[in-house]
Every structure is written in C-alpha cells, then in structure tokens.
C-alpha cells in the first residue's frame, strides 16, 4: 500500500500563492494528481502528472495559474498555486493512481485551501 501525505495549505489573499507538497511512503510509478473539495462541491481534479513527469494535464479553471510537478528521487509531487481565487478554496488531496498490482488507487488526508478576497 501507499502513505501519502499533503503538506503546504494554509491562509491567503486573493493573488498569492501557495506551493503544496505530497511526500509518499515508497516509489511511485504512476500517475499522480491533485484534486479539491470544497464545501457542499464533488471533488474535482485540479491537475495530473505522469509517472516520468513530462506529461500533465489542468483543470480549465486553473490552467496559466497552477503548476504540477514531481521529483521522483524524493517520492513527493508538488502544485505550485498562483493568482489565487476565493474559489480556489477547498480541502487539497493528493492522489497516486494504480499501478494493477502493488497498490490500489491511494488518497492523502487532504490540505486545506482557504483564499480571502
């Protein structure tokens, strides 16, 4: 199985940023994503990375403002946040996709997100 664990959240004013880590427990050789939750919402993806890092994908609503990255030397995936927006504000998760034999899909606990206007 796979430990994953968000760190980075916090408070902060519309157009700042943010830089979220997620550290997992072992190598991970797959995708890996980033979604949100906020309140009375479904969760939602905010962006993906393959497992080697050159490819990824955004959400439409944070495409030009977020930045997905990963360092698999040190098993952590980051989401780089700018130009932040009150509606940017939700409970961050971390997600490491299935690899079909060593570890189901795996969730981290979450960070929270709050942007102030």
């Known amino acids: 199985q796979v430990q994953l664990v968000e760190s980075g959240g916090g408070l902060v004013q519309a157009g700042g940023s943010l830089r979220l880590s997620c550290v997992a427990s072992?190598?991970?050789?797959?995708?890996m994503g980033w979604y949100r939750q906020a309140p009375g919402k479904e969760r939602e993806l905010v962006a993906r990375?393959?497992?080697?890092?050159?490819?990824?994908n955004y959400a439409n609503s944070v495409k030009g403002r977020f930045s997905i990255s990963r360092d698999n030397a040190k098993n952590t995936v980051y989401l780089q946040m700018n130009s932040l927006k009150p509606e940017d504000t939700a409970v961050y998760y971390c997600k490491a996709e299935a690899d079909g034999w060593s570890y189901a899909d795996s969730w981290g606990q979450g960070t929270q997100v709050t942007v102030s206007a």
């Open positions: 072992r190598s991970i050789f797959t995708t």
């Open positions: 990375i393959s497992s080697g890092g050159h490819g990824t």
